[in-house]
């Protein structure tokens, strides 16, 4: 983490009021956001999965 006097002053300020007004609605898109990356990368995987074990029983 660098110093906060090596940030420029309009950064801290802008975190600042910003951080207050777009606390909730950011971390709801950044949830809904990692959410559909995680069932996007993850149910191929299930499928493929689900798919390999249909395989072995027929075998």
Request: hydrophobic share 55%; net charge positive.
């Amino acid at each position: 983490m660098p110093s906060l006097s090596s940030l420029p002053a309009y950064v801290i300020t802008l975190e600042f009021s910003t951080s207050h007004l777009f606390a909730l609605p950011f971390v709801q898109l950044l949830s809904s956001i990692i959410l559909f990356f995680v069932s996007y990368f993850f149910a191929p995987l299930f499928i493929i999965q689900s798919g390999i074990q249909k395989v072995r029983e027929k075998m």
